[in-house]
């Protein structure tokens, strides 16, 4: 069964991407801790992260890292939140999301797709997008 994450990495949904490359994919998650919270997925179907080939998980991480940069300049952060977790979506994906404070690491205070601002999720891919320098497509330039 295609995951919605693949759905989303070929086209058939929308996503807010702010990096893609052959392997790995990163775009905002719909239900953020706060905005900037991206997913950094492989694009191959794999559901717990501890089945991914090392060299899979190592780039994995590589571009979980950058992100992880990204997100703390563009926000001003003092922390790039880390997390797998792993039971939403049986498709491996890390959280990154910018953070000032251990108490931000709680998935119950998440916002509902409903109640986050459009504007400000765009502004949040774009000003990711800046800070890593990919194009509107997640491509490198």
Not at 66 to 80: D, N, Y
Not at 120 to 137: F, K, P, S, V
Request: charged share 25%.
């Amino acid at each position: 069964m295609t995951t919605v994450f693949t759905r989303i990495i070929n086209g058939e949904l929308p996503g807010r991407f702010v990096y893609r490359d052959d392997e790995v994919v990163a775009f905002l998650t719909i239900e953020p801790l706060r905005y900037g919270h991206v997913l950094v997925v492989p694009v191959e179907e794999v559901d717990r992260w501890t089945d991914l080939s090392p060299a899979l998980w190592a780039r994995l991480n590589e571009v979980a890292q950058q992100v992880g940069v990204a997100v703390r300049e563009a926000f001003g952060s003092a922390r790039a939140g880390y997390i797998i977790a792993g039971f939403d979506v049986p498709h491996t994906h890390i959280h990154v999301f910018p953070t000032d404070r251990m108490s931000e690491y709680d998935f119950s205070r998440a916002m509902a797709m409903d109640a986050t601002d459009p504007e400000l999720m765009d502004d949040a891919a774009n000003r990711i997008r800046a800070a890593l320098g990919t194009d509107a497509e997640g491509r490198p330039q």
